[in-house]
């Protein structure tokens, strides 16, 4: 083994006794490097070589994909393409007149679908900058971006644009009638009996295409799947039915323009390239990728496709130690025994009863209950919440606002100091809010293991009433 200062972060966290099997070595490594791993999946040939939840996150419940929302707009444009109602070269301008005008420069006119694809607008910001929040967006939008020129050029020129996904979801559900979460589900993702989804919407009912798509690990693992098997199914009632157009196949991976210079490591995955809503890897590979540890890596000479849904911080770690432990191993993955859960806090139950406040959340009362305890929260919207928490183990709750709902599960323990530390682990995210509750100060306080883009609050992150329907 060469010294550990030549090697790479995921390479000093592989674990060193080769004889254990590569899932939990992979495991190992995971938790050695700080990353919180949710779910995996390894998917060749369409069909499953091993999958698995880590408690409380699961297999079948819907949690938010950040970006790799983008790679299922790209399927629906490619699905629109295919139909004739949208080209890569059909420009902006022409797919919404009605925002053309003379504060649209001669480079926004030249921008195209294609150039969306490839977050080539030539914008050199992420234009969604522009609003106030990531979901204050409408298709108003579509104007701001043309009507701020360009400083790169369009078509050569790199830059990660939420809007420039925007609009090729705008483009899909007028050309389709349907916004790009319907057209997936009726084309694609029904034929495959996937759990139900949600997408975070515009006003007017449009998804917004660049992030937002709440999708189960399985249902991510069957798309991402279905994409590596050149969007063939296999198995179920549409086995070896095209279900992704061979057009769109044959053309979502090519390199469409350089992004090395908008990444400051040339051997980073950041920085080899992107294609239509895809990131193109050091190994011939590619991959879907969402913030904080979401990924669809696919080898589509081997129709092999890893998926992982996680938190991590460090998002090239993760990549490196599948290439490093799970690729040798495909022949003789096997799912872990015993089931696999995410670590506890750590320390005593001696902690019986706490009221006070949580800064800047609301008022909260803590008491034993025999399992561990009860936490009664009155939030700032005025909302009264029972949640459970386990000493050693998770407890499952769901946390409602007039309207929506989240899924949560909590475990906790008291530390040295006499804090009850709780985590409370959001399952229709990859987060976990942290709470502390001092003994000796009725002020408790609330933070993230890592804040959802765009929201700060619980509220926030919950999902509609009835999405599932």
């Given at each position: 083994?060469?010294?550990?200062?030549?090697?790479?972060?995921?390479?000093?966290?592989?674990?060193?006794?080769?004889?254990?099997?590569?899932?939990?070595?992979?495991?190992?490594?995971?938790?050695?490097?700080?990353?919180?791993?949710?779910?995996?999946?390894?998917?060749?040939?369409?069909?499953?070589?091993?999958?698995?939840?880590?408690?409380?996150?699961?297999?079948?419940?819907?949690?938010?994909?950040?970006?790799?929302?983008?790679?299922?707009?790209?399927?629906?444009?490619?699905?629109?393409?295919?139909?004739?109602?949208?080209?890569?070269?059909?420009?902006?301008?022409?797919?919404?007149?009605?925002?053309?005008?003379?504060?649209?420069?001669?480079?926004?006119?030249?921008?195209?679908?294609?150039?969306?694809?490839?977050?080539?607008?030539?914008?050199?910001?992420?234009?969604?900058?522009?609003?106030?929040?990531?979901?204050?967006?409408?298709?108003?939008?579509?104007?701001?971006?043309?009507?701020?020129?360009?400083?790169?050029?369009?078509?050569?020129?790199?830059?990660?644009?939420?809007?420039?996904?925007?609009?090729?979801?705008?483009?899909?559900?007028?050309?389709?009638?349907?916004?790009?979460?319907?057209?997936?589900?009726?084309?694609?993702?029904?034929?495959?009996?996937?759990?139900?989804?949600?997408?975070?919407?515009?006003?007017?009912?449009?998804?917004?295409?660049?992030?937002?798509?709440?999708?189960?690990?399985?249902?991510?693992?069957?798309?991402?799947?279905?994409?590596?098997?050149?969007?063939?199914?296999?198995?179920?009632?549409?086995?070896?039915?095209?279900?992704?157009?061979?057009?769109?196949?044959?053309?979502?991976?090519?390199?469409?323009?350089?992004?090395?210079?908008?990444?400051?490591?040339?051997?980073?995955?950041?920085?080899?390239?992107?294609?239509?809503?895809?990131?193109?890897?050091?190994?011939?590979?590619?991959?879907?990728?969402?913030?904080?540890?979401?990924?669809?890596?696919?080898?589509?000479?081997?129709?092999l496709a890893v998926v992982i849904t996680s938190l991590v911080g460090d998002m090239q770690v993760t990549i490196d130690q599948v290439r490093q432990i799970l690729l040798p191993a495909l022949d003789s993955l096997e799912a872990p025994e015993p089931a696999a859960i995410v670590p506890?806090?750590?320390?005593?139950?001696?902690?019986?009863?706490?009221?006070?406040?949580?800064?800047?959340?609301?008022?909260?009362?803590?008491?034993?209950?025999?399992?561990?305890?009860?936490?009664?929260?009155?939030?700032?919207?005025?909302?009264?919440?029972?949640?459970?928490?386990?000493?050693?183990?998770?407890?499952?709750?769901?946390?409602?606002?007039?309207?929506?709902?989240?899924?949560?599960?909590?475990?906790?323990?008291?530390?040295?100091?006499?804090?009850?530390?709780?985590?409370?682990?959001?399952?229709?995210?990859?987060?976990?809010?942290?709470?502390?509750?001092?003994?000796?100060?009725?002020?408790?306080?609330?933070?993230?293991?890592?804040?959802?883009?765009?929201?700060?609050?619980?509220?926030?992150?919950?999902?509609?009433?009835?999405?599932?329907?």
């Open positions: 083994m060469s010294d550990p200062i030549e090697q790479s972060p995921a390479q000093q966290h592989v674990p060193a006794i080769q004889h254990v099997p590569a899932i939990q070595q992979f495991r190992d490594a995971q938790q050695a490097a700080g990353c919180e791993l949710h779910s995996l999946t390894v998917v060749k040939d369409g069909v499953r070589l091993v999958e698995f939840g880590v408690a409380p996150w699961t297999l079948d419940r819907a949690s938010l994909v950040y970006s790799m929302s983008k790679t299922f707009t790209s399927a629906a444009f490619g699905i629109a393409r295919e139909r004739g109602l949208l080209s890569e070269d059909d420009l902006v301008i022409d797919l919404f007149p009605e925002h053309l005008d003379d504060r649209v420069g001669p480079k926004a006119r030249t921008i195209t679908l294609g150039h969306c694809l490839s977050m080539a607008s030539g914008h050199t910001f992420d234009t969604i900058e522009l609003f106030n929040g990531r979901w204050t967006l409408d298709s108003s939008g579509i104007g701001e971006f043309l009507r701020h020129e360009p400083d790169g050029t369009p078509g050569e020129t790199f830059c990660y644009n939420q809007l420039c996904t925007y609009t090729v979801a705008l483009a899909v559900a007028r050309a389709t009638g349907t916004s790009v979460h319907d057209l997936m589900r009726r084309e694609v993702l029904d034929k495959l009996d996937c759990e139900p989804s949600w997408w975070a919407s515009d006003p007017d009912g449009n998804a917004f295409g660049f992030s937002g798509n709440h999708v189960s690990p399985r249902t991510l693992a069957s798309f991402i799947g279905l994409v590596a098997n050149g969007g063939v199914a296999v198995g179920g009632a549409h086995d070896g039915e095209q279900l992704l157009p061979q057009g769109w196949i044959d053309q979502y991976a090519i390199k469409r323009v350089e992004n090395a210079a908008a990444n400051p490591s040339p051997d980073s995955d950041w920085a080899q390239g992107y294609g239509w809503q895809v990131w193109r890897g050091r190994d011939g590979g590619h991959r879907a990728d969402g913030a904080y540890g979401q990924y669809g890596l696919i080898w589509p000479d081997q129709k506890v806090p750590t320390g005593s139950a001696d902690f019986a009863a706490w009221s006070g406040t949580i800064a800047d959340r609301g008022a909260a009362r803590v008491a034993s209950d025999g399992d561990g305890w009860l936490i009664g929260w009155s939030d700032l919207d005025g909302v009264d919440h029972r949640i459970p928490v386990g000493h050693g183990h998770w407890r499952d709750s769901v946390m409602r606002w007039d309207g929506s709902s989240l899924d949560v599960s909590a475990a906790g323990a008291v530390d040295e100091s006499g804090v009850l530390r709780v985590r409370l682990a959001c399952l229709n995210t990859p987060h976990t809010a942290l709470l502390d509750f001092p003994g000796d100060t009725d002020r408790g306080s609330f933070s993230w293991n890592a804040q959802p883009l765009g929201e700060d609050t619980l509220k926030g992150i919950s999902l509609p009433d009835g999405w599932d329907r």
